[in-house]
């Protein structure tokens, strides 16, 4: 049984029309960067919703982030973009999820493919740092659909100076041609060996772990790639693989 706690709404930020984060400050449990909690708000009609979202924020930091995206009729969504400061709603006092750094073995590069707002758990993990020893190369790949979505680099970017070399970024613009990045999706761009020949990094069984997160589409795309084509396995907590992957919504 989930255990609900008070959440205070401490700010909302608005990025672009459909991309929002919310602020939160409760007195929740420790969790792991890459977990996730629940939330829960009160309808018109006194009835509970809930979703799942991400921590941003690494687990030493007593603001709780949320990256949302603004679905149109969305019940949920639309309500918590238009909470304001000092508004309470619900939040579950304990994480869950396995998208965390302990979960993953050792390896040479480790690379993090997130679309969209699932961004988020890959800033909580490098925010926060523990484990990441275990890696040589850290490789993060950010997609979205417009360059203006790329709410997010600043923090990176900034993090990549904590990793010096060890970090490296590279952003996707699936619709749109932008200074930098490289235009399409994922499964393609590693389909046709574009993504490595780019950042310099061969994706192989020998040397690499694989961290998927978001669109339920891309992810299943990119594994089918991986597995035909690379000859890398999925990752399960009771066998050794190269794949991690966490579906979106």
Not at 35 to 56: D, G, H
Not at 173 to 199: C, D, F, W, Y
Request: proline residues 4%.
């Amino acid at each position: 049984m989930t255990q609900w706690i008070n959440a205070k709404v401490i700010k909302v930020k608005k990025w672009t029309e459909r991309l929002f984060s919310i602020i939160l400050n409760a007195p929740i449990q420790e969790f792991y960067a890459g977990q996730f909690a629940k939330l829960a708000i009160k309808t018109p009609e006194n009835k509970y919703i809930k979703r799942v979202y991400s921590y941003v924020n690494a687990p030493y930091d007593k603001n709780l982030e949320f990256f949302i995206t603004l679905i149109p009729n969305g019940v949920m969504s639309n309500q918590l973009y238009h909470l304001t400061t000092g508004e309470e709603i619900l939040i579950s006092k304990t994480a869950s999820g396995f998208f965390t750094i302990k979960e993953i073995p050792t390896c040479n590069t480790l690379w993090m493919m997130a679309t969209g707002t699932a961004i988020g758990p890959f800033c909580s993990i490098l925010q926060e740092g523990s484990g990441l020893e275990k890696f040589k190369k850290i490789i993060l790949i950010y997609a979205v659909k417009y360059a203006h979505e790329l709410v997010y680099l600043p923090l990176i970017k900034n993090l990549q100076k904590k990793y010096n070399n060890k970090l490296l970024i590279q952003t996707i613009t699936s619709q749109e041609q932008h200074t930098n990045s490289l235009t399409g999706r994922i499964p393609a761009l590693i389909n046709q060996h574009i993504l490595e020949k780019t950042v310099g990094y061969e994706i192989c069984p020998k040397t690499s772990h694989i961290m998927l997160c978001g669109n339920p589409n891309m992810v299943k795309d990119t594994q089918s790639i991986l597995i035909k084509k690379r000859n890398l396995k999925k990752h399960l907590r009771r066998i050794s693989g190269h794949i991690s992957s966490e579906n979106y919504w």
